[in-house]
């Protein structure tokens, strides 16, 4: 497995990370929690080494389930612990952004208790709040740093302007944004500020929430909560259009690399921005059974045009994920 280090002073991490949103429950219709445990603590066998959460997934289930994997399974040497923060919810599971110094605070305090450490490796701010001047963000993830809280700071879902503000008062080890096959808005400006930065990227979304898994159909039930019954992308006529781009890439993968859609879609990010941490989120082990198939060959420019034009053929009416995004506190 590919390394990285994160901060540039010897936090590394394989270039595979485990998503654990869900694994929280919220929003993917429920957890199983021994399944969950189970997948992270298989992790570091299969030579991966991040394991991305945050207190919202699952209002500190995904937290907790990940710190007592992690504890029980006795993997804490062995993993990079990344999380989160700056949404607040209140007992109806409404989410609003809230990136206040005292809201930093008292999560990481949070965050630490549930992940059952004295540091986090990596804490991350969710979301920019347009209510608090990102001054104060940055300054109270600065201070966590300086109290020896944290190891690094990212940010999430930033623009190249918010993370210049950001910057100026606290460096930014890790941006985390959406990028997959499918969703690949960030090439035109978070990507090219990263390259510009020398910033690593957490690439989320890596699947695109299961549709490039291989295993999506028109068929499948969502249960519950489950955003996948929301998600633009997987209503009709899109989702027909989504589906048969994923058969040719599939088809592609087979016939030139002996791989399938799954593999070609992780290899893709990884070979897009050789800084990139790919996001794979799953609930199961056999969910990442397939990560060594990523490993040992690589996607050249060509061969990775030849996957975009197979992409623009099928998907004529795409659509990215701002549906994802949480409202501001004084738009409820
Ligand atoms: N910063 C942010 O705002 C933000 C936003 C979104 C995500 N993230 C992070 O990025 C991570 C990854 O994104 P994501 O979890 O949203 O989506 P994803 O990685 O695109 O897709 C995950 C889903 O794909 C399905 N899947 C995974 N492996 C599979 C396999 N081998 N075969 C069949 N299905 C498979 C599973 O769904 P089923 O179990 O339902 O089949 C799984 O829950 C998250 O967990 C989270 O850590 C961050």
């Not at 299969?46 to 937290?63: H, N």
């Not at 990481?108 to 001054?135: E, F, G, I, M, Y």
Request: hydrophobic share 40%; charged share 25%; proline share 4%.
């Amino acid at each position: 497995m590919e390394s990285i280090d994160l901060s540039g002073n010897g936090l590394n991490s394989s270039r595979i990370g485990l998503g654990t949103w869900a694994i929280g429950g919220w929003m993917w219709g429920g957890t199983d929690e021994s399944e969950s445990r189970r997948a992270i603590q298989s992790a570091p066998d299969r030579g991966i080494t991040l394991i991305d959460t945050a207190p919202v997934y699952g209002f500190g289930r995904s937290e907790d389930i990940v710190g007592r994997a992690v504890a029980e399974g006795g993997i804490q040497d062995q993993v990079v612990l990344a999380t989160k923060c700056a949404l607040e919810w209140d007992d109806q599971g409404n989410v609003r952004r809230n990136a206040s110094a005292q809201r930093i605070r008292q999560e990481a305090d949070d965050s630490l208790r549930r992940l059952q450490t004295d540091v986090l490796d990596l804490l991350q701010v969710h979301w920019p709040d347009p209510n608090v001047d990102v001054r104060e963000t940055a300054e109270a993830m600065a201070e966590l740093k300086q109290a020896g809280k944290i190891r690094a700071v990212g940010v999430s879902n930033f623009t190249p302007v918010q993370m210049d503000q950001f910057k100026s008062i606290v460096n930014i080890d890790v941006a985390q944004n959406p990028y997959n096959l499918f969703e690949r808005e960030i090439e035109s400006d978070v990507l090219r500020w990263a390259e510009q930065n020398n910033t690593r990227l957490l690439a989320y979304g890596a699947l695109c929430r299961g549709m490039l898994s291989g295993r999506m159909s028109v068929d499948r039930a969502f249960e519950g909560d489950d955003l996948r019954k929301t998600d633009p992308k997987f209503a009709q006529p899109r989702f027909e259009q989504y589906l048969s781009a994923v058969s040719e890439l599939d088809k592609f993968a087979r016939e030139h690399y002996g791989k399938t859609v799954l593999e070609l879609a992780i290899r893709w990010i990884l070979d897009v921005y050789p800084q990139s941490v790919a996001l794979w989120g799953a609930r199961r082990p056999d969910q990442i059974d397939a990560v060594a198939g990523v490993n040992g060959w690589a996607l050249d420019s060509d061969a990775r045009q030849a996957v975009i034009n197979i992409i623009d053929r099928h998907v004529t009416d795409p659509v990215g994920p701002e549906f994802m995004a949480p409202p501001a506190r004084d738009s409820a």
